[in-house]
C-alpha cells in the first residue's frame, strides 16, 4: 500500500525547485510581469513532476514573488512592491469584473450567432 507521507528528498526537490526559480527570477530571467512557462514544460527543464514544479511555485506565491492565475499559469510579481491599499485592491478588481463581464456578453453574443445558424441548417435539412 502507497504512503501519503513525504519523503525528505520530495520536500527537498520542492524546496530546490523553488530556490533555482526564484534565482531565475532574482537574476532577470524572468522579469516581473512575465509568465512563466507551464508545469509541464518547468518539468522538462528540471526533470521534474509537474506537481512538484506547482508545489514550487505555490512557495514563490506565497513569498509574492509570482502571482499564480487559475487556468493562467504564473506571472512574475514585484515582491518588493508595496502593498496596495484596500481602497485599489477595491477598483482593480472592480475593472477586472467589468472587463471579464464584458468579455462573457461578447462570447454569449457569439453563442446566440452559432444558435441561430445551427438552427437555420437544422430548419433548412428535410425531414426524415
Known sequence: MAED???????????????????????????????????????????????????????LATEGRVKVKPNAGAVVSDHNAKATSP??????????????RTQLRAVRREVDAIDERLEDLLTDLPAD
Open 5 to 59: 507521507v513525504e519523503t525528505g528528498s520530495e520536500q527537498r526537490n520542492r524546496a530546490e525547485l523553488a530556490d533555482l526559480l526564484r534565482h531565475e527570477i532574482d537574476s532577470g530571467k524572468y522579469p516581473v510581469g512575465t509568465k512563466l512557462p507551464s508545469y509541464r514544460q518547468l518539468a522538462e527543464m528540471y526533470g521534474a513532476a509537474p506537481n512538484t514544479i506547482g508545489e514550487a511555485v505555490r512557495i
Open 87 to 100: 481602497e485599489q485592491h477595491l477598483r482593480d478588481t472592480r475593472a477586472g469584473l467589468v472587463e471579464l
